[in-house]
């Protein structure tokens, strides 16, 4: 069973955040695997072992935003109780407000009255609630907003990142890209031509264009289009340098991009992406995190013996009294090696496809991750 | 008897990662027992029918996948399966009711038909919901074309499923009059229907029955019929409730256990006891917090469903185990 692991090299997760040179972490991963719980832990540790550190969440579950006092989503970072200064650091967290970051953006990009028509338009609302992308876009803007804060008046020293609970850790890096793409699009620069030059790219196809949505959509809408579409070279033409300029903030060699995955097929697949992307963008990688892993039993007791065992007991009517379920236990056994059989066969399939991917491996606590010491503990197992 | 008898459309939503690809591909195997032609439908673009059943990435086409579950004298139905784009949707949407010669493709040339479906106020959901609702309801419209017993949707998240299925609302804003407006009506009527069901899949943590209850709230408010709780990856049920206890408060008996291993012909160190101890104590706790959630599950008063966690991970054989649990339970 040990012959065919492929052995992974070791993620020194304390030499990290411990690196003054470190200044941002982004947590990456597939939806569900621990992202939210790992940039937690790693912010509290930072912090603990001496860093000043904000961490930025993007939808904790309640119980943990509580006991991080980040419940009420106010979009401004603030103190964490209950973090040990004896090193002389401190923790911030706060929750990402998406809709609100994208808000502030345009208030603070028009006059007021312009703004307004804006933020009540419903293709902008579309586009602030429920474009695929915003969120991860905004948690950019964001990160560019407490970066250059911090830059400024020296707040942090390091930054943790959530990332948004994406179908795939790629949406990260491609929502930038996408968003422009679409505020680039052929349409939007059909509709904006006549406002900005000679009329002679008011082509007839628009005139055959526009009286075909008219039909299908009805005149309002496209009025609303219009007012949007007349909106976006005003406010949205500076979203595509902060974009860039977050962009090179990521590239930049005091990031650091840890991925999150699951002992899981999937997890695993998008983690290989990710990791491959990382490589192509020039995005500097720090390594893997396989959270909530099964843990090994001590022992060498095989899974089938353990179950033979278990039915052996059983036939004999043995192994069922409450305080010795013995039979029960022995067949807990047999799942739990079969897990761990099944999870390291996978993660040695991962680590045999990208050898040089430094790992750690985060055992499944029995309990969920909701107040401070639940996060020290996988604080103590990312750096074991 | 199935628990869901005039469904013809069971949409199957839940928290992102909880299991709603392989509930809803669980579900229609079951549902197709013998005679019956069931169409399984993806509208996230992500191809996991394809990667689950291990077959070429699915087209904007019906296309046949696999037999159904057996029934108990080994006949079985058919599933069909569906990935729905909403590019090709609307495409489709145009060639059927408007004959836009020209302007068509004009509308791709410039881009519109990306725009349309990416931002457009609720036009993404409509042609989506649009398809499946023409799936359902098959017509004169499509002559030649398929007809299903069940159709199943592999649906969006608990998070968007409502507005997902309130095309009405969605198009509220768009044309008054005119074919859009009045099909959105006609959908929503199927959707609200008892011809639908909206099942909800969940795992017995924190969050996601949180969230399967603030989405069987979110249903009941807009009017849209809530089927059942599928409660996936449970853990396995060895333990009985007094050993349980047993366990958490630390007094199972080692020397009893083992004497039992000892009897079982297992080779007996002390390592051996205390691991199984130790298994057993986090095994109680992590069933604690399960039993806490079961208990919120059962408080939302739907019909449930179990299904265990497979030690093995899902493949082909998995997808019918799991489908023959559903069957047994009722679901289908
Ligand atoms: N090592 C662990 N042991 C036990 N439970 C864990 C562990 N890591 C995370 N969890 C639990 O798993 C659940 C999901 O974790 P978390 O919210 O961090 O995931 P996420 O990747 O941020 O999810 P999303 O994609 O939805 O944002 C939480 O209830 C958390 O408490
Ligand atoms: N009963 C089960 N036993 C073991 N593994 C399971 C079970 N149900 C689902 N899985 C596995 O869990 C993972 C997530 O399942 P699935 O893809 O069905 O979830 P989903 O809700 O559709 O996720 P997403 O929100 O990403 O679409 C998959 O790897 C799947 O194989
Ligand atoms: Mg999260
Ligand atoms: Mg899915």
Known sequence: MSADRVPAPALDVDALIDDPATGIIVCCGAGGVGKTTTSAALALRAAERGRTVVVLTIDPARRLAQAMGIAELDNTPRPVEGVDPAAGGRLDAMMLDMKRTFDEVVESQASPEKARQILDNPFYQVLSSSFAGTQEYMAMEKLGQIHAAAQADDTYDLIVVDTPPSRSALDFLDAPERLSRFLDGRFIRLMLAPARGPARLMTAGLGIVTSALTRILGAQVLRDLQTFVAAIDTVFGGFRQRAQRTYALLQDERTAFLVVAAPEPDALREAAYFVERLGEDRMPFAGLVVNRASVAPAGDLSADEAAGAADRLQRSGAGVDDHAPTAGLLRLHADQVRLVERETRLRSGFAASHPHVATTVVAALAGDVHDLDGLRRVGDLLAE | ?332
């Open chain 2, 1 to 332: 008897m199935s628990d869901w008898p005039k469904a013809r459309l069971h949409v199957v939503t839940g928290k992102g990662g909880t299991g709603k690809s392989t509930v809803a591909a669980a579900l229609a195997l079951a549902l197709a027992g013998r005679g019956k032609n069931v169409l399984l439908c993806e509208v996230e673009g992500r191809q996991g029918i394809a990667r689950m059943f291990d077959v070429d990435p699915l087209p904007f086409e019906e296309r046949r996948l696999t037999s159904g579950l057996p029934d108990a004298r080994g006949r079985a139905g058919t599933v069909h399966a569906l990935h729905i784009d909403p590019e090709s949707a609307l495409l489709e949407y145009l060639a059927l009711y408007y004959k836009l010669g020209r302007a068509g493709r004009a509308l791709d040339r410039f881009g519109i038909i990306e725009f349309a479906t990416t931002i457009a106020p609720g036009v993404r959901d409509v042609l989506l919901t649009g398809k499946i609702y023409e799936a359902v309801d098959r017509n004169a419209r499509n002559k030649g074309a398929t007809t299903y017993d069940a159709v199943v949707l592999d649906a969006p998240p608990t998070g968007r499923i409502v507005q997902f299925l309130n095309v009405s609302e969605q198009v509220a804003g768009l044309a008054k009059v005119g074919p859009i407006r009045s099909q959105a009506d006609t959908m929503m009527g199927l959707f609200r229907s008892a011809r639908t069901v909206v099942h909800l899949v969940t795992v017995l943590e924190e969050m996601p029955v949180q969230e399967t209850g603030d989405g069987i709230a979110e249903l009941t408010a807009a009017d849209l019929p809530v089927g059942g709780v599928v409660t996936n990856l449970v853990r396995p049920q060895d333990l009985p409730a007094p050993a349980l206890a047993a366990a958490r408060s630390g007094s199972l008996d080692a020397a009893a256990v083992r004497a039992d291993l000892d009897r079982a012909g297992l080779d007996v160190g002390d390592a051996l006891v205390e691991d199984l101890l130790g298994l057993a104590r986090d095994h109680a706790d992590r069933r604690e917090l399960e039993e806490t959630q079961r208990v919120r599950v059962a408080g939302l008063e739907r019909p449930t469903y179990e299904l265990p966690r497979l030690t093995g991970g899902v493949d082909l054989g998995a997808l019918h185990d799991l489908a023959r649990s559903l069957r047994e339970q009722g679901m289908a």
